[in-house]
């Protein structure tokens, strides 16, 4: 059996090493270095003491290595360990709410711009991106301004609230997209049989979004699981706090406990790795299909 050589058109064979290759290869490997480092950095200090990791010159391997950061963090008999377990569910509270009601309003908004036609909707479904040009930063007094007057403040709603209109634009234009390349073909005959439009959504169109639906939810979460400018501002007492906004508690006036620090961030970032692991395929599977038309 002959082994098969690659050719160019006009029949010369064609080199195994291309030169676009090799550059995408060296691109990407710089990009994964660049994202990477810090990581391994953060996770190297985690298992240091506070001397070792002021030590001079540092050492990316700690010569002893402790799990004394994490478990003060995990264990709830201690003061720290407390307060970082308390932060840690009031971000699930607040993401997992934010997800729930995000995605849950974005679904049938951007199914109605896909498939309805009503006057206004292009003007409309611009505007909605439109907020996606300004930074978040601009909207926090008005925003504030707008919890205070209906008694928010230092409520968790008052994040859920902000978050939600912060993920929903995206999350309306990655559905639409999604909705966009389904066949009404599909809905049609179900509607021939007999179906209702709101029970052809259900049975027909929902199934077929799954992929779209989470990497909306996925966004929604990491973008409400991130956040710190608004919690800081909105939640004034510490039982309320997130845990971006605890983090904070690991900085004082003269020492920093940065082994603790990295700990802590470390385990927060522990459940948005698992969930985009867990659900990679859905969301490069909605990325892709979203961009496609039929």
């Given at each position: 059996m002959s082994a098969s050589v690659s050719t160019r058109p006009g029949g010369r064979p064609r080199p195994w090493i291309q030169p676009h290759l090799v550059l995408a290869a060296l691109t990407i490997g710089l990009l994964l270095l660049f994202v990477l480092l810090p990581m391994a950095w953060m996770i190297s200090t985690s298992f240091k003491s506070q001397v070792a990791a002021m030590?001079?010159?540092?050492?990316?391997?700690?010569?002893?290595?402790?799990?004394?950061n994490y478990a003060k963090l995990l264990d709830p008999r201690g003061?720290?360990?407390?307060?970082?377990?308390?932060?840690?569910?009031?971000?699930?509270?607040?993401?997992?709410?934010?997800?729930?009601?995000?995605?849950a309003v974005a679904v049938p908004a951007a199914y109605a711009f896909s498939r309805f036609r009503f006057p206004g909707r292009r003007l409309l479904f611009m505007t909605i991106l439109v907020r996606n040009m300004f930074?978040?930063?601009?909207?926090?007094?008005?925003?504030?301004?707008?919890?205070?007057?209906?008694?928010?403040?230092?409520?968790?709603?008052?994040?859920?609230?902000?978050?939600?209109?912060?993920?929903?634009?995206?999350?309306?234009?990655?559905?639409k997209g999604y909705y966009d390349n389904i066949p009404t073909e599909l809905e049609e005959a179900a509607l021939v049989d007999g179906a209702t439009r709101f029970f052809a959504f259900v049975r027909v169109v929902m199934p077929l979004s799954v992929p779209g639906i989470v990497a909306a939810a996925i966004y929604v979460f990491i973008q409400a699981w991130?956040?710190?400018?608004?919690?800081?501002?909105?939640?004034?007492?510490?039982?309320?706090?997130?845990?971006?906004?605890?983090?904070?508690?690991?900085?004082?006036?003269?020492?920093?406990?940065?082994?603790?620090?990295?700990?802590?961030?470390?385990?927060?970032?522990?459940?948005?790795?698992?969930?985009?692991?867990?659900?990679?395929?859905?969301?490069v599977r909605a990325l892709t299909e979203g961009a496609l038309k039929t």
């Open positions: 030590q001079q010159p540092p050492r990316w391997i700690p010569e002893v290595p402790t799990f004394e003061e720290g360990g407390r307060w970082f377990l308390r932060y840690l569910l009031n971000s699930f509270i607040v993401s997992t709410a934010t997800t729930v009601l995000g995605t930074p978040a930063v601009v909207f926090l007094i008005p925003l504030f301004i707008l919890m205070r007057t209906f008694g928010l403040v230092d409520r968790h709603a008052s994040l859920i609230i902000t978050y939600m209109t912060f993920g929903l634009p995206l999350a309306i234009w990655l559905l991130n956040e710190y400018l608004y919690a800081l501002t909105f939640l004034n007492s510490d039982e309320l706090m997130t845990l971006p906004v605890g983090l904070q508690s690991y900085f004082s006036e003269f020492v920093t406990d940065w082994p603790g620090l990295m700990a802590s961030s470390f385990v927060m970032s522990i459940p948005v790795v698992v969930l985009f692991m867990v659900l990679q395929r859905y969301f």
